[in-house]
């Protein structure tokens, strides 16, 4: 069963969603048998054709050029109506660094078909006197299609601020518009953030026991329900799954709950997990004995839906807002330096299990106490968020970025060749580059520099940081503004 639901974790990690569904029937009979009979050898003989069909299929040569998305829909649009065009050519150029495509119309009827006829995240429309009739007849047209749309104008006072909001504008900015503003008034409208399902794992030896909580918590799409019958694989199917809530049966063969909580929060990735105890104990002093060592609450059995359903999901939500404020940095929204070394962790013992490469780069502003003491620290805040704005455009689903602190980035790549790590790190490096930072005086622009080293090369994650920070400062040395790859063969 381990060997389907770790190849499901990363049909699932990878957004292959073929491989995922036809997993699923396979995950849910496994789960389900107890002795497998010849029924179900035949069920089995049935269903592996049908996932190695899509296996074969997703890794044909052709099936990332049919699943890769257009490029005119992955760059989201901005229209800017505006008399002005010509004194806009700067902001369009650096829309386009920052990933949007940014079209003027000084023609305010022609940008609004543009903008009825597209796909555009929002429009931006200027002012110059005020909501003459023209504007007020583009803006309704605006409204009733349901686009979004900001108001541009010299003058920001009270009346007009309210004629704004009550025509259904989300945003005011004052001329003349800078890059940093809009960006952080768009970036929410095309970038969703999308939440994952609640990650739910239940250990218990029953079958019946399984079935029952799998059938109930699978009626909602929000929560993502794995099964496991033997405690011994716990913790290597924690590593794989990384749940939200662990339910956990109270009295099973050969160990009881007690000691599995106990296994699990000696490891200190798991230390705040809640475990919610399933059991049909109810001496007060075997739950209040549990509750000290590990558990966050019990379930008594037979257990009514709503309740399971209530608590798993209120032990989810709490988990995740607790670990959103534990793990990350408050300037960048980043991982912080302490869970990005655990993730590091998780991937190179993955990557160890699975004889997966993974790739560890640092990146360092270039001069950055000068972008300080010339600019003042708040515009050096906004640079270092500009920064981790890019990477977590740039980084795929499975990579992991993080802030280590002050200036400095890190990227894990997971499954990347060190050739593959430099390229991607050296087009963050060019688009980095092309940004100017405004401050009151003008604009200027800053690069950054980065070392990259990969594991099984660099075989513990010490080696591996070690490397890394050595390249790092190699490209330091030779210049900056370039990647360094650490250089060591892998032993064969």
Not at 220 to 238: G, H, I, M, S, Y
Not at 278 to 283: D, G
Not at 437 to 451: L, N, P, T
Request: hydrophobic share 45%.
């Amino acid at each position: 069963m381990l060997p389907v639901d770790r190849l499901a974790t990363l049909a699932r990690s990878d957004g292959i969603t073929e491989l995922e569904s036809a997993l699923l029937p396979l995950m849910r009979m496994l789960a389900e048998l107890d002795e497998p009979g010849e029924t179900e050898k035949a069920e089995v003989d049935r269903l592996l054709p049908l996932v190695f069909a899509v296996v074969r299929e997703v890794c044909s040569e052709d099936y990332e050029k049919r699943n890769a998305p257009e490029v005119e829909d992955a760059v989201p649009q901005i229209v800017m109506l505006s008399p002005e065009c010509e004194s806009l050519s700067d902001l369009l150029l650096q829309m386009e660094h920052y990933g949007y495509a940014f079209k003027v119309f000084a023609d305010y009827r022609q940008g609004l078909r543009y903008a009825l006829d597209n796909s555009v995240v929002a429009v931006v429309v200027s002012l110059s006197d005020g909501f003459s009739a023209d504007i007020r007849t583009v803006v309704d047209e605006l409204r009733r299609h349901g686009r979004k749309w900001f108001v541009l104008s010299d003058r920001g006072d009270f009346s007009l601020r309210l004629q704004a909001v009550r025509m259904g504008a989300l945003g005011f900015f004052i001329a003349p518009l800078n890059v940093g503003v809009l960006v952080d008034a768009v970036d929410p409208l095309a970038y969703k953030a999308r939440d994952e399902p609640y990650r739910v794992l239940v250990l218990d030896d029953s079958v019946t026991v399984l079935a029952a909580i799998r059938k109930t918590l699978g009626q909602f799409p929000n929560l993502n329900t794995q099964v496991l019958r033997d405690p011994a694989l716990v913790l290597e199917k924690l590593l794989d799954f990384t749940p939200d809530v662990l339910l956990l049966d109270f009295h099973m063969d050969g160990c009881n709950g007690l000691e599995v909580a106990k296994i699990i929060r000696q490891n200190r990735a798991f230390e705040s997990m809640p475990i919610v105890f399933l059991t049909s104990e109810t001496r007060e002093d075997v739950q209040l004995e549990a509750m000290r060592h590990g558990g966050d609450d019990f379930l008594t059995k037979p257990i009514s839906e709503a309740q399971l359903v209530n608590t798993v999901i209120s032990k989810a939500e709490r988990y995740r807002g607790l670990r959103k404020l534990m793990v990350e940095d408050s300037l960048t929204g980043l991982f912080n330096h302490v869970k990005t070394k655990a993730l590091l962790q998780q991937s190179l013992l993955l990557a160890e299990r699975q004889k997966r490469p993974v790739c560890y780069a640092i990146l360092d502003i270039d001069h950055f106490k000068r972008v300080n003491d010339n600019y003042g620290h708040t515009v050096g805040d906004k640079v270092i968020k500009t920064l981790a704005r890019l990477l977590k455009q740039k980084v795929r689903r499975s990579d992991v970025v993080g802030r280590y602190g002050g200036e400095e980035f890190v990227i894990v790549m997971f499954d990347s060749t060190p050739a593959d790590a430099k390229a991607r790190v050296d087009r963050m490096r060019e688009a980095f580059g092309d940004i100017y930072h405004a401050y009151d005086e003008g604009i200027f622009s800053v690069s950054f520099s980065a070392g990259v080293a990969h594991f099984p090369a660099y075989g513990t994650m010490m080696e591996l940081m070690v490397a890394a920070d050595d390249a790092l400062y190699e490209a330091k040395r030779a210049g900056r503004n370039r990647v360094v790859c650490a250089q060591r063969s892998v032993a064969v």
